[in-house]
């Protein structure tokens, strides 16, 4: 008899037992997926945010310039000064180019490129431009259409270093341009930036152009073929 009642009892215990385990089962699975579901969508809400505030700061970088560009100190005839000559206005250029660059935290620096015979260049001291490299970089974008665009990779970078630069054609609305003002980002500033949309230790962030190509790299996977998976 006792056999028979411990053969029962258990079958007691299993019967009331395997309800609950199904029950369990199902809450586990069914709640880790919502949890998981929560969590993902927490962590795109986060990454939104961040690339939203990434592009707001070069949003204002943009008003920025193209106020600028409007200062007295770029005035029409500015390709007709002689700046060895006119040393108050070559002065007056360079410190202003001076405030500018000490804006903004992204800025590296602010230059101005004044297309004549003998082109000029300020970074922010003056100098003239004296190879047809540096010349065709420069006369490149003043030929663009749009008077303020984002350039990649100036002609002083090393290949395969990507160089993020906003520029503002001085003079595009009325004629010719005459003359660009060139905002050169800081690369590790804005590396530091892209990095924030990676919440994870060993994840990877990017900026990409229209076409794609990688322009900032914040990748910590120590895996160069996850650029090549983009």
């Not at 009892?9 to 699975?29: D, E």
């Not at 409007?70 to 005839?77: G, Q, S, V, W």
């Amino acid at each position: 008899k006792s056999r028979y009642f411990r053969k029962n009892f258990v079958l007691i215990l299993l019967i009331t037992f395997i309800p609950g385990l199904i029950s369990g089962v199902g809450i586990y699975l069914f709640g880790a997926g919502k949890v998981e579901k929560e969590l993902t969508n927490l962590h795109e809400n986060q990454i939104e945010e961040r690339a939203k505030n990434i592009n707001d700061q070069l949003d204002v970088l943009e008003m920025s310039i193209a106020q600028w560009a409007f200062a007295p100190h770029f005035r029409k005839t500015l390709n007709e000064v002689d700046f060895v000559r006119e040393f108050t206005t070559t002065r007056e250029i360079k410190k202003f180019l001076g405030v500018l660059e000490g804006s903004q935290p992204l800025i590296d620096n602010v230059e101005l490129f004044v297309d004549k015979e003998t082109p000029i260049l300020f970074q922010p001291n003056y100098t003239t431009v004296k190879e047809d490299s540096v010349k065709n970089f420069y006369r490149d974008i003043l030929a663009k259409k749009n008077s303020i665009n984002w350039v990649e990779q100036g002609p002083s970078q090393s290949k395969g270093h990507t160089s993020m630069m906003l520029v503002h054609n001085l003079g595009f609305r009325t004629n010719a341009a005459y003359g660009t003002l060139i905002v050169k980002l800081d690369q590790s500033r804005l590396t530091e930036i892209v990095n924030t949309l990676n919440p994870y230790p060993e994840g990877a962030a990017f900026l990409v152009n229209q076409n794609n190509q990688v322009l900032v790299e914040a990748n910590h996977t120590n895996s160069p073929a996850i650029v090549s998976v983009l």
